[in-house]
Every structure is written in structure tokens, then in C-alpha cells.
């Protein structure tokens, strides 16, 4: 119960609100009340999780205030170290804090993808900025890919909200992220990349359509 990757977690539950918002054209009231109540159940679990870590520790140490103390060690040790507990903490995790810079450099730089096909994420979030600019710019000529499209126009939004989800992770727990560079590469996918690719199938979708159509002409 370190509660890793929390802040990406409770960003995520909320991008699905966001694209059926979109999409089926929700009013302000319905987003918000559909909104908090997700926001209170994912914030409720936390807190039992919260919870039960106390409870867990206080068994084993007899102390509810030092279960508190080493918590919030762990969480300092996740972002700022500085806490009077870092001394206890094992080497690793005692190094210099680096700076935002280099942990968005260190992800964005860094190649995603299975066997050799290592595309930098950057390249990924270049693209996606691209279809967004298309679709607003009316570039495309079909009519589904226009931004009064209410399924591509929710896409894209909801693309992008999605990205501060692993952005939050990388930030508020900058510790964490330098540390664990091979684990948090997969906060990418938590949901950034899943709407992403759908957006990029979307407008892809038709173009194949007509291939596979030619394909079928000439056979």
C-alpha cells in the first residue's frame, strides 16, 4: 500500500465521463453531479486504503503516530525527501531530487512500443497534436472527421485530458519516477495511449476502408 500511481488512477476513472460527455452532448449538471460522484468513490477508497495501512503498521509497531510518521516518510520519499525520516531510508532513495525538466525529458524521450519498435512517446504525443490540429483546422474533407463530429471531437478531448493523468504521477512524484523509470513508462497507457490510438484508428479508419475496397476491385 504505497499508493503508487493514486493521482493517475483517480484522473483516469474520470476521462470516460469526459468523452461520453462529449459525445452525447451532456449538460454542465449532469458532468459535474456524474463527475463528483466518481471523484468521492475513487477518494473513498483511498482513504480505506489509507486506513487499513494505519491500522496494519500500528499492529507491528504498537504506534498509531509512528505508523503515521513512517507513511509520511514514504510519501516524502516519493517526492521531495524532506522529511526527518529520510536517514532510515534505504540508499537508493536518498538521491538528489532532479528537476522537472529531466523527468519529462527522461518519458517523453523515451521509447514505447514492443520488440524493435521503439517510437520515442513524444513522437506519439506530436501526432496526436497534429490529428487535433487537423480536425479543428477542417484539413480533413470527410464529414466524419470534422470537429463537429460529436465521437472525434470527443476523442481528441478526451485524449487530452487523459494525458494529465500520467503527467501527474511524473510530477507530483518526481522521486519515484526517476527511480522507477522501467515500471512508470507504463503510466503512459493510463489511458493517454489507449484514447490515443483510438483517435489516431478513427481518422485512420476511413482511408483503410477505401483501401481494402480497392484491394477487393482489383481481385
Known amino acids: 500500500m504505497g499508493y503508487e500511481f493514486i493521482s493517475t488512477v483517480l484522473v483516469s476513472v474520470l476521462v470516460p465521463v469526459v468523452f461520453f460527455s462529449v459525445k452525447n452532448s451532456w449538460t454542465t449538471k449532469i458532468l459535474l453531479s456524474r463527475g463528483v460522484v466518481i471523484s468521492l468513490f475513487g477518494l473513498l477508497g483511498f482513504a480505506f486504503a489509507f486506513i487499513l495501512h494505519v491500522y496494519q503498521i500500528t499492529l507491528a509497531t504498537g504506534s498509531a503516530e509512528q505508523a503515521l510518521s513512517i507513511i509520511q516518510g514514504r510519501i516524502t520519499a516519493n517526492t521531495y525527501y524532506e522529511h526527518e525520516l529520510q536517514v532510515n531510508l534505504p540508499p537508493y532513495e536518498l538521491q538528489k531530487t532532479f528537476m522537472f525538466l529531466d523527468i519529462i525529458k527522461e518519458y517523453f524521450l523515451r521509447g514505447g512500443g514492443s520488440f524493435r519498435l521503439k517510437i520515442p512517446y513524444l513522437i506519439w504525443v506530436l501526432v496526436f497534436l497534429y490529428i487535433t490540429y487537423k480536425v479543428y483546422s477542417d484539413k480533413f474533407e470527410l464529414p466524419e472527421l470534422k470537429k463537429s463530429n460529436p465521437i472525434v471531437k470527443a476523442l481528441i478531448i478526451a485524449t487530452w485530458v487523459s494525458i494529465l493523468a ?54
Open 166 to 219: 500520467p503527467l501527474s504521477w511524473f510530477i507530483l512524484a518526481m522521486n519515484h519516477s526517476h527511480i522507477h523509470t522501467n515500471i512508470n513508462i507504463v503510466l503512459w497507457h493510463l489511458p493517454f495511449m489507449i484514447f490515443g490510438f483510438a483517435l489516431l484508428g478513427y481518422v485512420l479508419r476511413p482511408g483503410i476502408q477505401e483501401l481494402f475496397a480497392r484491394i477487393q476491385v482489383i481481385k
